[in-house]
């Protein structure tokens, strides 16, 4: 199937019983409220409904179906995972393997870029923040593949270093620059609770935070997953928002602000790009977490239905190991392309981010809730404008915040994060010498 093919208005009344769209929608097509443009696009993020071709990937149908009875919370533990590209141990295993392992029929076009490992000294931060305001947690389990930075204290015995090479599922596939290939394993580290809070380095905790913001039932047996955020605030917070429930309110607002049929079409597009993630067939042409979102989409749609899916903000959440091994098996296959593949490539899948998630949704494990507390930063917007991240952080009620670095950036912004962040959290952590 071609990213490029328009599926017929006849094609989605067919299929209105399985996924995301109403009348209104129709509607909003037939009549032409909006220029071609909105209907190219939106037809466009439907086009993954031909998930039952040839080329899709056979589930494991051997694997009996999930006992979420099982799942009950006791310890939590956090993970972090850790790069540093200036480190020189790790310097050289990235230089051979990108000239070893590297196709670029194969690997995505950001997967060996070196800006996508460099570190801006956020792990310092990030423990700074975690020591600060989180206090519920057993152990931090931080997870890298070469020496760790000099001024963390190893003696700490809240902190567990974890290499690579210990966590014996992984061993196969080492040495790996691929975080999603990590991410298939994480749930095997050595001592680990049965669940764990996983973070990027480049993610904050922003306020005092309880058990509670994770575990939102009484039997202490579910999760919460935020969505992106979305324009339109929510009445109901314990379903997921499906596009159409806030596509109509956005339209009419669209509508009343802009005259211009072309400017609404285009504000709507873009809507549509932010909130939801992405399908279609994968390419080495696009950055590889829009391919591990295409693949994982897919994966969804064959496990539950078809349909429109939000994208799930870049915080941290609680996984559970039962659920990861669970999945390892069902996805076999999926685990071991993703985890064989040393860079990000166009067949991998998203684990944690993207099907863990919706698995914890569908299998009613967890509630997907939308929230206007999560923030991410880009790299090039920090270079623009850094007293004005610095009055949001200041202003803005914000549970977590993630400064996420971007690959066709120089390095010009680095010294303005760290700037950002020392402000942010002056106090040293328990984890400094």
């Known amino acids: 199937m071609n990213d490029k093919k328009i599926i017929s208005t006849d094609y989605i009344e067919k299929c209105s019983n399985k996924i995301c769209i109403n009348d209104n929608i129709n509607k909003c097509i037939n009549n032409k409220l909006f ?32 006992d979420k009875n099982n799942i009950i919370i006791d310890d939590i533990d956090i993970v972090i995972t ?100 990590i991410e298939c394993h994480l749930h095997n580290i050595p001592g680990l609770a049965n669940h764990y809070l996983y973070f990027n380095d480049d993610i904050f905790v922003a306020k005092k935070l309880s058990r509670d913001i994770f575990i939102n039932n009484p039997d202490k047996t579910s999760s919460t997953i935020t969505l992106e955020r979305i324009p339109i605030p929510s009445n109901d917070r314990t379903e997921i928002p499906s596009i159409d429930r806030y596509t109509i309110p956005f339209l009419k607002r669209i509508k009343q602000m802009e005259t211009d049929k072309d400017n609404a079409s285009r504000l709507y597009n873009v809507y549509v790009d932010r909130q939801l993630s992405k399908y279609g067939n994968p390419t080495v042409d696009e950055c590889g977490f829009r391919s591990a979102w295409k693949n994982s989409n897919k994966i969804l749609d064959k496990l539950y239905k078809p349909e429109l899916r939000r994208k799930i903000a870049h915080s941290p959440s609680i996984i559970n190991k039962e659920v990861m091994i669970y999945l390892s098996k069902l996805l076999e296959k999926e685990f071991y392309i993703t985890s064989s593949s040393k860079f990000r490539a166009f067949d991998n899948i998203n684990p944690t981010c993207s099907i863990l998630q919706y698995f914890y949704y569908y299998e009613g494990i967890g509630k997907l809730i939308e929230s206007s507390n999560i923030k991410t930063f880009y790299l090039k917007d920090i270079n623009k404008d850094v007293d004005k991240i610095n009055e949001i952080l200041e202003h803005r009620d914000l549970t977590f915040f993630c400064v996420e670095d971007d690959v ?19 106090k040293k952590s328990q984890f400094e010498l």
């Open 408 to 426: 066709s950036e120089t390095n010009d912004g680095i010294d303005r994060i760290d700037k950002i962040l020392s402000v942010r959290f002056k």
């Open 82 to 181: 850790f790069v540093d590209s200036k480190n020189e141990e790790w310097k050289k295993m990235y230089n051979k393997h990108k000239f070893e392992s590297f196709d670029p029929k194969r690997n995505n076009m950001d997967s060996s870029a070196k800006q996508r490992f460099r570190s801006s000294n956020e792990l310092l931060y990030c423990l700074r923040s975690i020591d600060q305001y989180i206090d519920f947690y057993r152990y931090i389990f931080l997870v890298l593949n070469h020496s760790p930075p000099k001024w963390l204290n190893l003696n700490n015995p809240k902190l567990k270093i974890i290499y690579h090479d210990q966590i014996e599922s992984f061993k196969p596939f080492l040495p790996t620059f691929n975080s999603q290939a």
């Open 35 to 66: 220029g071609s443009s909105y209907k190219l696009n939106h037809l466009n993020h439907l086009n993954h409904l031909d998930f039952l071709n040839e080329e899709n990937k056979e589930i494991n149908q051997n694997i009996e179906k999930f």
